[in-house]
Each structure stands twice: as structure tokens, then as C-alpha cells.
């Protein structure tokens, strides 16, 4: 996942607001946007070489979302990122305390930023590169790529006002999101980020679609909370030249969790 804005409780409607693209290898075998039939309750695409995944949702109202950081000249973790996301969804866990558990391991892994949050709850983010720590989120409209949260790269910035200034509408489609993901509007030399691949590569990455003939934007997904509980996530995916492979649609209501039965100090929940 390389392009991610979010707008949290910044819309009468909406608790969140979040429409991202995953950027990836056109090689690299992916499931498309499913319930798992390991862990029913997540909603996401599949990554099938590591079995995790960029951004999801759970039928409890748990979501996350993770970008690579761009370092070429940092060492290679032993973990996939990918699986931060499924974990979290996996987990119990509040968002700060998650994040805070994946702080003490960070280093295991190549550079992450990693969102995560719960419908009635609170949203987090972290960083393995930086020195910013665990940060819950004010309400307000974020951006995110291969840097950390809200760098004013121009991918980001163009991302981040089009949902801002999308938002100040009562109503807007879903659509109008897709359409700000499809932005494939280059960044000027003269604004381009140093992130050490040369200025040929920074060209192709600094648009929110990306287009190469091996490497591109693979899907958009825009998810929407309401602040009744419920969910639509919509996902497109897509061939080289843009061409979309499919569409995947989902809307359900977020089922309450309740605590059953403790053991050994265990919380299990239906």
C-alpha cells in the first residue's frame, strides 16, 4: 500500500473516511478484497506469498492499514509487514497498546508505517523509521506514502486537499474517491523527494496512480464508516494500463463485541 488519506471525524456522517492504493509487482500473486476462511471476521485482499495484507476490516469494526517506508539504503527485516495488519485484526488489542507491542520489535522489520484503529475507539499510527513513537490521531484529514504521516510530498498533498475539499459536501459519491486515486499527475523535479533511487524512479513513484510497464498500481480501495456502525468497502483492481479487473462490494453493520469468559486471563469474544 503506497497512497493512503483519511479523514476521522471530520464529516457529520462519517467516522472515517479512507481511500487508498497498493502499489505492487504486477507478478506477485494477490487475493482480491474477501472474508478470510481462516479468520472470517476480516475483510481484505491477501498478499499469497507471506499471507498477510495492506488494509482491512473486521466485521467488529477494527481496521489497519500499512506503507512501505522508502530506504533502499536500510537493512532488510526478517518479518513481513503484511502481517501487521492481519494481527491486528486478529487481536483484541487496543490500537495503542498494539502499536506500542510492535514498537518493542520494530526492528525486525524493513521500514513500515502502520495505521490502526477501532470503530469506537481510537486510531494509531507508528513508524519504524523516525523518532515520533506512537501517535493516537486527532480528528482531522491525513495523508500517507512511502514517507512518514502527513510529509508534504506532492502525492500527498494533492491527495489530502482533493478529500478535504470533498468532504465539505454533505453528500459525495463513492466514485469521487476512486477518482482522486486515479490522479496520475507527476510531481515537478523541483518537488520531487531524495529517497536514494535516482531522479528516473522518483518521477514514476510521485503520483498517486502509478503506471510502469513491470510495477504499478494494482488496487484502490475505499473504505467508509458511518457513525451508525455501518461499513462499505469497495475495491478496484487493476491490469497494467489501467485497465480494472474487477470490482469487489461490501456493506454490512458492525457487530458488537462482548466479552463471554475470562480464563487464564484470556478475554474470548463473540
Not at 477501532?118 to 523516525?130: A, L, Q
Request: glycine share 10%.
Amino acid at each position: 500500500m503506497c497512497s493512503i488519506f483519511l479523514a476521522y471525524q471530520a464529516h457529520p456522517k462519517y467516522r472515517l473516511i479512507l481511500a487508498a492504493n497498493r502499489d505492487e509487482f504486477y507478478e506477485r500473486p494477490t487475493a482480491a478484497a474477501h472474508f478470510w476462511r481462516d479468520a472470517p471476521e476480516i475483510l481484505a485482499g491477501r498478499d499469497l506469498v507471506y499471507r498477510g495484507t495492506w488494509l482491512g476490516v473486521t466485521k467488529n469494526g477494527r481496521f489497519s492499514a500499512v506503507t512501505n517506508y522508502r530506504d533502499p539504503a536500510a537493512p532488510t527485516g526478517n518479518l513481513s509487514r503484511g502481517n501487521l495488519v492481519g494481527d491486528f485484526l486478529r487481536s483484541a488489542e487496543t490500537p495503542k497498546n498494539y502499536l506500542r507491542k510492535i514498537k518493542g520489535n520494530a526492528r525486525n522489520y524493513s521500514g513500515f508505517n502502520l495505521l490502526v484503529g477501532e470503530f469506537d475507539s481510537e486510531i494509531g499510527y507508528f513508524s519504524n523509521r523516525g523518532a515520533g513513537g506512537v501517535k493516537i490521531l486527532d480528528a482531522g484529514v491525513y495523508g500517507l506514502s512511502n514517507h512518514l504521516l502527513d510529509t508534504p510530498w506532492q502525492k500527498v498533498e494533492r491527495g489530502k486537499n482533493a478529500l478535504a475539499g470533498l468532504i465539505e459536501k454533505v453528500d459525495f459519491s463513492v466514485e469521487s474517491l476512486f477518482e482522486i486515486l486515479v490522479d496520475a499527475t507527476p510531481a515537478a523535479d523541483a518537488d520531487l523527494p531524495d529517497t536514494g533511487i535516482g531522479l528516473e524512479r522518483e518521477r514514476l513513484l510521485s503520483s498517486i496512480f502509478i503506471e510502469t510497464p513491470v510495477y504499478g498500481t494494482r488496487s484502490s480501495t475505499v473504505l467508509l464508516i458511518e457513525t451508525s456502525g455501518k461499513v462499505s468497502f469497495s475495491e478496484r483492481t487493476y491490469q497494467p494500463t489501467r485497465n480494472v479487473g474487477a470490482e469487489e462490494n461490501f456493506v454490512f453493520g458492525i457487530e458488537k463485541r462482548v466479552d463471554v469468559n475470562i480464563r487464564n486471563g484470556l478475554s474470548y469474544f463473540i
